[in-house]
């Protein structure tokens, strides 16, 4: 996490229950997660100072709230997109997407450590219509299999022209 960022979000509630304290410590930007109306056993802890986006099952980016579960991403990543979209976002740069291995910051510890089905994850960036939804989106991560997006340095991608709506 970027300390001077505007925006954090992450779903998961066990991974709030172990990062609450250091986030609300070390950033000062708004921190995101989901309000799952159909399953709030997922979210985090009412009582932890979040943003909260309702949140669906859904193909694609949603419209109104965020799509989740294995047809709306399954990944906080994924999700982090659609925000960024609901948010207003017409360009938006792809880090650490790397769809393979690990997380680029490393193992999760103890009990968040799980393995991640990047297959799944990869296809439901592919059934993002960015022309649809008037969004640029450019992977900027190093090494990556996701390839459904344009991919460029993220030097480049800072120092072009932002996309027309």
């Known amino acids: 996490m970027l300390p001077d960022a505007p925006y954090h979000y ?13 986030v609300k410590a070390g950033f000062s930007g708004q921190s995101y997660t989901i309000n799952d109306l159909e399953h709030p056993e997922r979210n985090p802890k009412s009582e932890y100072e979040l943003n909260r986006y309702n ?8 419209e109104k709230s965020l799509h989740y579960g294995a047809a709306g991403g399954g990944n906080s990543g994924f999700q982090a997109v659609n925000l960024a979209y609901l948010l207003g976002a017409k360009t938006i740069i792809l880090l650490g997407f790397d769809m393979f291995g690990t997380h680029y ?25 960015t022309e649809k939804h008037g969004i640029e989106i450019i992977n900027c991560t190093r090494s990556t ?21």
């Open 105 to 129: 910051f490393g193992k999760h510890p103890g009990n968040l450590d799980v393995s991640s089905p990047f297959k799944s994850f990869m296809h439901s960036f592919e059934l993002i219509d």
């Open 10 to 22: 992450a779903c998961d509630g066990k991974w709030w229950d172990h990062h609450y304290k250091a």
């Open 145 to 165: 299999a996701l390839t459904c997006f344009p991919k460029m340095s993220l030097e480049s991608a800072l120092s072009s022209e932002p996309a027309q709506a």
């Open 55 to 62: 949140s669906t099952y859904g193909d694609g980016l949603g």
